[in-house]
């Protein structure tokens, strides 16, 4: 993030046209974006582990909602990681590097990421649950991510890219996952759009769900594992 | 010398034989790679579409540096890097016990164990890209660039090698670094970018960005033919001070170590 910020900063400062950043826009660009991907990231090799090894078995046939358990898991670690993220706005704050957000902004912004935890919760079911078919299932996960990369903004704000891409990242999910919050809360968005993106968003999390289903369903039905 | 190169090429034909196994996996992470190369040139035609230089570094000598930062994951991954994955859980489950009684040296040991094709196959990528970038800047006095640039970029490499060392060595008092790999791969993606290109951002963060600067920004400096006497003199003493210092603190850290097998 940092040097994301530090090269952006040498870029501006090369007189880069075609954007309407400022040195401060993208520091909090940056800062956002990361946040978003570090708050929403969901570890899906635990899950092959679990295929792999046979642990899974011992899950399933407890009381209990397996996809639940596997999100309610993970509310400390993202409690804690908001707490680190409020501590580095605060530094940003102190240094004088301020940033105008209503309180219904962040209302919004909240939402949005939530429902980007949530997705990428999806994702991960998904890329996990191909566990029941492959041995090695990283390689997946690295191919969608690194697609993403381009399209969701972690790299370069999405409205900086070409027309054609840009217009390609609309008809891929990895905006609404990361670039969607971070315009809400920077305030680059009027409120159709924000609706707009909300519906896109939801829509996307009903497919990740469907397929992350799908998936274990089928996985499950063909599953088996030998223990002691 | 000898024993240890033979050492290697026999772990390299056995990691080449496992990965052999899942061929489907090594030809994903052809394509990943290759996918992750172009987002990151396209980041940079859009860039530099946006503005003739960064700090006097144009598109050209930007992508070179991209090309040699991409080339240290590949030739890292060849060699030191697979010492990032599971050298705590050695130490944690006692393995390192094994290592302990070859007559063989155990830093060694524990940095080139396994060689990680997956990462490897980014090296036919940059170097196409790094032959593709000096066309385009077709510099003079090519085959002395590359003489120079060869010690440099070994440097680099020894440098990242020290900073993995240095790094490690905590696993004997801390057992678990879990987020070495992470901490360690931002380093390493980070200098795919012209760290030297930075300036206006405090002395604090130019220091940090230094050893940034050395790995990737310095070697391809040389390779279109800017020679700074003062970085490249820079670079070789630091390698030489940080690869003795990095090896007498983790002789020293091994001390701490108790097994934990029995």
Redesign the interface.
Known sequence: MLMMYALWVAILGSGFINTSYTNTSIGFYYLFITFIGVISNTNYWRLTNLINSGNLSAEIIRPYNFFLKELVQFIPHKILQSLVFSLALIIFFSLGITIHFGLFQIFLFAISTFLTILSKFYIALSLGGLGFWFRRVHGFGSLFWNLGGLFSGELIPVDLLPHTLFLISAYLPFRSLAFFPVQIILGKINSSEIVSGFAVQIIWLAVFIFIAKLLWKKGLSQYDSAGH | MKKYFKIYIRVFKLSAMSEMI?RE?FW??L??HS??LI??I??FK??Y???S???GWTEYQSLLVLGIGSLVTGLGSLTFFPFMYNFGRDIDEGDLDMRLIKPLDILYQSAFNFVDF?DFVVVPNSLLLIAYALWKLHPSHLLINILGFIPIFISGMIILFSLLTLIQSLAFKLIRVDSVASFYWSIVN?SK?PAK?????GLI?ITL?IP?AVISSLPAEILFGRWDWIWITGSIISAIILFIFSRWVFMSSLRHYSSASS
């Open positions: 899942n996996n994903t992470w394509i990943i996918m992750s987002s990151m396209i980041f859009i860039i579409g946006g503005t230089s960064i700090n997956e980070i970018y290109a930075i300036k206006g951002i963060g960005l940034i």
